[in-house]
């Protein structure tokens, strides 16, 4: 099973198409593995977790298309994660694949992405929105619970940041490919509740990959919730690791990285290469290669 990092930014992408901040100026400059779309990252072709406005450019830039897609597991409804508009884009295909998509997110997330489907049917009527609503199946998932997902086994573990539904925290998957290994995809994250450490107490990773949007920023305090820095990257593996989570050899990818920071993808290497954990920071079209 092969996956790949479709996108490894932030909401705003990297450069900011807004800014001219040394940092974005840098960016264009050197293009290469400091260009990035938003996240995404694909599990073959049937699963994919998010779906960002980039969708059309990441499927050209790496030769890849979303014909097989399946089944779609959503962090949270920031539209950076959940760009409804870009899914529904399959009701413009000659030829598409025919079984509907499967749309995982939770609970809370439930009536905000309920309502967003409404808004791109209200033209249609009564039978072509039902039809639409059969193409594109909403699943609501429960913090802690396991469910079966097309080829996956499925852990949705709640993390600390907020998104658009009341009371949303973004999920975090812990998921089993078939051959038996377990990733956690953490993004976005920000430090964990307490009842998510306890969840992932005595529980063993072969991979991770984790949200480090604000990259070598000092500034922002310890434990902090939403989203992490290298210093609250870095103390959470500590934590993980004292849970029995990961090890020092664990592979750990670094994504979903902003430009409001200093470190562009070689310096942001470097810096982590000096902890004791396995961190690579990912960028766009990385492809993880698994048995």
């Excluded at 852990?155 to 990733?183: C, D, Q």
């Excluded at 005595?202 to 990259?215: P, Q």
């Excluded at 592979?251 to 310096?267: F, G, M, R, S």
């Excluded at 982590?272 to 920071?281: A, P, T, Y």
Aim: with cysteine.
């Amino acid at each position: 099973m092969n996956m790949i990092f479709l996108g490894t930014a932030a909401a705003e992408g990297c450069p900011c198409y807004y800014c001219r901040c040394d940092y974005c100026n840098e960016v264009r400059k050197r293009g290469g593995k400091d260009i990035r779309t938003r996240s995404s990252f694909r599990i073959d072709g049937k699963h994919q977790i998010d779906f960002s406005p980039d969708i059309f450019y990441q499927m050209q830039t790496l030769n890849l298309d979303v014909f097989e897609l399946e089944h779609l597991l959503i962090t949270h409804t920031h539209e950076d994660h959940f760009d409804l508009a870009e899914i529904i884009v399959k009701e413009c295909a000659v030829d598409p694949q025919p079984q509907p998509l499967n749309i995982y997110l939770s609970q809370q997330a439930l009536p905000w992405a309920e309502r967003l489907m409404d808004s791109y049917s209200t033209h249609l009527s009564p039978e072509k929105k039902a039809e639409l609503h059969s193409k594109y199946v909403l699943v609501p998932l429960d913090y802690f619970e396991t469910y079966t997902v097309g080829d996956l086994v499925v852990t949705p573990v709640k993390s600390s940041h907020h998104a658009f539904g009341e009371n949303e925290l973004a999920l975090n998957y812990m998921i089993s490919i078939p051959s038996g290994h377990t990733m956690l995809y953490a993004c976005d994250t920000g430090w964990y509740p307490e009842e998510t450490w306890d969840y992932l107490s005595g529980k063993k990773l072969d991979l991770l990959i984790m949200e480090c949007t604000f990259g070598g920023r000092q500034d922002r305090g310890l434990y902090i919730d939403g989203h992490l820095d290298i210093p609250n990257f870095l103390l959470m593996l500590e934590r993980m690791e004292s849970t029995g989570l990961i090890d020092e050899q664990t592979p750990v990818y670094a994504t979903h990285i902003n430009h409001k920071h200093h470190l562009l993808h070689d310096e942001m290497q470097t810096t982590l290469d000096q902890s004791r954990f396995n961190v690579i920071v990912a960028y766009d079209g990385l492809q993880i290669f698994e048995a």
